[in-house]
């Protein structure tokens, strides 16, 4: 186990929860099994960074519970370093459920049970300043600022932390309707696009915060209120980035059979900001970016599928060789 004075290179902070997705698909109420998964965005991404073969490490409250003895066990398993991950006696850990095909066939409807978790108490004390500042990348995203004031004052300290260090900020904008309104996703998450070095988007959060669906024409208006480099995800279309000084690049997601497709965004992000880290370009930063993609939805569970370096090599050259 990692010792409380040593450092990572990806920091990632947020809130993960125990994920219920139903077995069978249908209304949950007719649900009789479910999968256990440890599920939340920003440890996703710290997973994702462990596989592609970074130091990584998630900070957050989890309740004094089995639960979040278990998300605990799970990410600690995965080689996250969990050292400033404290326990909230006072709150339990977050839940959601997965419902699935129904009652759009393909999609899944999520239900969230994380109203007062430990993780929505994250505060500016949680923040170990000197852990963010010696970080290569500190990453978040908007639905850490959804949770709560103090949530977002815990971010403000850790932004401010990365600065500070010069460790790069990464934000992905992750818009959840479940949790805010569109205009006050718009009001709060446009405080932070100018704060982020990588900024993530997709096609529907950048209509919420830009007016603008169209993967070139968002990443410009982005592109002026800050960030140097903007990724807008484009699902089974792919992805497009550009940056501050010009470059731009757009690739196609690959096909894969698809069995359950949420957190497959977090491994885009995380194979993206490993390849940034390697110094690759930004076209083949997309490249592997959509391959860990890819990869991620062909099984159940945010991050059971998220890939190696090297398991994304032997995919691409699968899918080379199946092509040609
Ligand atoms: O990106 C996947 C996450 O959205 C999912 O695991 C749940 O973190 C989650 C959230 O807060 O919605």
């Known amino acids: 186990m990692r010792g409380r004075n040593e450092m990572v290179e990806v920091v990632t902070m947020g809130e993960t929860m125990v994920q219920l997705n139903a077995f069978t698909p249908g209304p949950l109420r007719y649900v009789n099994y479910f999968e256990k998964h440890a599920a939340g965005t920003e440890s996703n991404v710290a997973v994702g960074a462990v596989r592609m073969g970074h130091s990584a490490g998630w900070i957050s409250r989890l309740g004094d519970d089995e639960l979040g003895r278990y998300v605990h066990n799970f990410l600690r398993g995965e080689g996250v370093d969990v050292s400033r991950v404290t326990f909230d006696t006072e709150a339990a850990t977050g839940l959601y459920f997965v419902q699935r095909d129904y009652p759009v066939p393909g999609k899944s409807v999520i239900y969230y049970y994380r109203k007062g978790s430990a993780a929505s108490r994250l505060s500016p004390e949680d923040i170990d300043t000197g852990y963010v500042s010696s970080a290569k990348v500190y990453h978040t995203t908007g639905i850490t600022l959804a949770l709560s004031g103090s949530c977002r004052e815990a971010v403000d300290k850790a932004i401010e932390a990365a600065v500070d260090g010069g460790a790069e900020v990464s934000f992905d904008t992750n818009i959840r309707l479940k949790l805010w ?8 998450i446009s405080g932070y696009i100018g704060s982020a070095d990588t900024l993530f988007t997709d096609t529907q ?14 990443a410009e208006k982005l592109l002026s209120m800050g960030p140097r480099t903007v990724v807008v995800k484009m699902g089974e279309r792919g992805a497009y980035a550009a940056t501050s000084e010009g470059e731009k690049a757009m690739r196609p ?17 995380a194979a993206f900001l490993s390849c940034r ?13 959509n391959a860990a993609g890819a990869l991620c939805v062909t099984v159940r569970g945010d991050v059971e599928a998220i890939p190696s370096f090297e398991d994304v090599q032997r995919f691409l050259e699968g899918k080379e060789h199946i092509f040609r």
């Open 205 to 218: 959060d950048s209509e919420i915060l830009v007016g603008e669906g169209d993967p070139p024409a968002a």
């Open 277 to 289: 880290l390697r110094g690759l370009d930004l076209d083949r930063s997309l490249v592997v970016a």
């Open 181 to 188: 309104s569109p205009e006050e996703a718009r009001r709060v």
């Open 253 to 269: 997601a690959f096909e894969v059979p698809v069995i359950d497709v949420i957190g497959a965004g977090d491994a885009f992000d």
